[in-house]
C-alpha cells in the first residue's frame, strides 16, 4: 500500500514538473504606488496604499484579469498581503489598460527603513476566448521623497 502511494506521487510530481509553466499569451503587468513616500513611511503602523497596475495585452484577443493575489516579499518599507481578491478589468486586443486599487498594509516605520524598496509579487487569473491563464510578476517599487 505505501509502495503504490508512493509510486502515484512520485507520478503526480513528475507530470507537474514537465508542465509548460509559460503556456499562454506574453501579457506584462507592472505595479507603482501613488502615495508611498518616504515621508509616509517614516511613521510605523497600518497604512492604506494606493496602488496602480498596468496590463498589456500584447494579443489580438480580448483579456479579462478575473483575481489578483498581491503581496510583498522580503524585508522593505512595507508589507502588505492582499489575498485572492475578485476583478474584472477587461483588456482590448494589442493595447494597456490601467487598474487602480488600494490595499492594507504596514509600514515598517524609521528613518532608515522609509526609502527601503518594496518587492511586490503578483498573481493574476485572466480569460481569454482560447482559456484561462495565470501570470505571476516581481516588481519593486522605490518609495518617492
Known amino acids: 500500500m505505501k509502495k503504490s502511494l508512493m509510486i502515484l506521487a512520485l507520478a ?3 507530470g507537474c514538473a514537465s508542465s509548460n509553466q509559460n503556456a499562454g499569451p506574453a501579457v ?3 505595479v507603482t ?5 518616504t515621508n509616509t513611511l517614516y511613521f510605523r503602523g497600518p497604512m492604506s496604499a494606493a496602488l496602480q497596475m498596468t496590463i498589456t495585452n500584447p494579443t489580438a484577443d480580448t483579456i479579462t484579469l478575473r ?20 476583478v474584472n478589468k477587461t483588456v482590448l486586443p494589442n493595447s ?3 487598474l487602480t486599487m488600494s490595499a492594507w498594509g504596514f509600514s515598517t516605520g524609521g528613518y532608515l527603513a522609509s526609502s527601503l524598496p518594496i518587492d511586490v509579487r503578483g498573481l493574476a487569473y485572466f480569460e481569454s476566448p482560447h482559456g484561462a491563464f495565470t501570470r505571476m510578476f516581481n516588481d519593486v517599487i522605490t518609495p518617492g521623497p
Open 67 to 86: 483575481t489578483l493575489d498581491l503581496r510583498t516579499i522580503g524585508p522593505g518599507s512595507f508589507r502588505m498581503r492582499t489575498g485572492t481578491t475578485p
Open 28 to 30: 506584462a503587468m507592472h
Open 96 to 98: 494597456t489598460a490601467t
Open 33 to 37: 504606488a501613488t502615495n508611498l513616500s
Open 12 to 14: 503526480v510530481l513528475a
